[in-house]
């Protein structure tokens, strides 16, 4: 065993203990957290986390609603199927749907490995989870709403970023920061609607429910 995976043990960061590959941590603080060690190999695109934290210590969570109001969205650019030429826009209908699938998909992935969702307690890990970048394949809704235009053809629904910060909710000590990013869809081309774009951004923030709860429980 290497001397970093030594380290990695000792800290007890439930939130990588699922991982197939093995998680390295980083002797250097990261630059961007004070206080904070890099570590890869977690299965997200990018992970920090506080030496000596202990996630798995934690049985309930407080989650709070998914921000996404400063998202950065990119547009999805025309095509000979689509011909959709307004911007696409995260209205606030769009932010108040993210902000329920997102909950409904954390309480249920908590629920299900036997977490508690509270606000108060007397060990409560508080998860602000935020939305940083969208980018839709189409404009779905203003596709189906002109004439001639209702059928659009994509390999998926687009991608989009997201960061969790996982915190003490007692002190406000910053444990951990995760940013990942994903495809949203199968990646096989078809007919695709609001209807499947909304299903297949569900089914995302449901697996990222269920991995981020994996890492904090380690189960």
Known sequence: MTTAQMAFGLIGMALLAACSSTPQLQEKESSEFAGLNKVTGTGFNEAWAKPGAALDQYRIIDARPMASADAEIIQPGSSAISRVQRDWELTQERQDSLAAAWDAAIKGAAK?????????????????????????????????????????????????????????????????????????????????????????????????ARQLVARITGN
Not at 126 to 155: H, K
Request: hydrophobic fraction near 40%; glycine fraction near 8%; aromatic fraction near 6%.
């Open 112 to 208: 299900d490995a036997g977490l508690t969702v509270a606000s108060d307690g007397e060990r409560v890990l508080r998860i602000d989870a935020r939305m940083t970048r969208i980018a839709p394949s189409a404009d779905f809704a203003q596709a189906q709403s002109a004439a001639g235009r209702t059928t659009v053809y994509t390999e998926d629904s687009g991608d989009a970023s997201v960061e969790f910060r996982l915190v003490d909710q007692r002190s406000g000590e910053l444990l951990a920061v995760i940013r990942d990013k994903r495809t949203l869809g199968s990646q096989m081309w078809g007919r695709s609607s609001t209807v499947t774009a909304g299903a297949d951004a569900r089914n995302t923030l449901n697996r990222w």
